[in-house]
């Protein structure tokens, strides 16, 4: 029999309140890259030159920043061949993405963007390295980020 009856209940007899669990569907972690990073992404489609910043990035794809006319030219399962990746000063590769997933964001200073999400293929040993080091200093960035911070009275 289900019904409120059936659920766990906190000792007041509430129902408990259950949060969804987090999973972890990627095989590859993805770390936030901060928007004021010089990370992006430049290739040639349409016949015109793109230059998408970087939203995230993990070692087995990344996710560019589109607004709504670059988007619709970035369909699921669309490869893109020949894409300048830079990660950071002396940090750049060439290589291949297919695109994987769009989704809408709603920002307040630029409106309407999309996060595309791709997959490398084709990445090179040198490339990986690159990606490899990326990742860990977005990593380093975000756990000294997240350290709380020493007020004076415990100093």
């Not at 289900?2 to 949060?19: I, K, N, T, W, Y």
């Not at 990344?62 to 970035?74: E, F, K, N, Y």
């Amino acid at each position: 029999m289900s019904g409120p009856s059936s659920l766990p209940a906190d000792p007041d007899g509430s129902p408990e309140s259950v949060e969804p669990a987090f999973v972890q569907r990627r095989r590859y972690t993805r770390v936030q890259a901060p928007v004021g990073l010089p990370f992006m992404a430049e290739f040639t489609l349409g016949g015109r030159l793109r230059v998408l910043g970087v939203d995230d990035l993990a070692r087995g794809g990344i996710g560019l920043r589109a607004s709504p006319t670059q988007a619709t030219l970035l369909y699921v399962g669309r490869r893109l061949p020949r894409v300048w990746v830079e990660l950071g000063s002396g940090r750049s590769f060439l290589t291949e993405l297919e695109v994987r997933s769009r989704r809408l964001l709603h920002t307040f200073l630029l409106g309407q963007q999309y996060v595309v999400g791709c997959r490398f293929t084709g990445l090179s040993a040198s490339a990986e390295t690159i990606v490899e080091h990326a990742v860990a200093e977005l990593e380093r960035h975000q756990n000294v980020a997240a350290a709380p911070t020493q007020s004076l009275e415990n100093q």
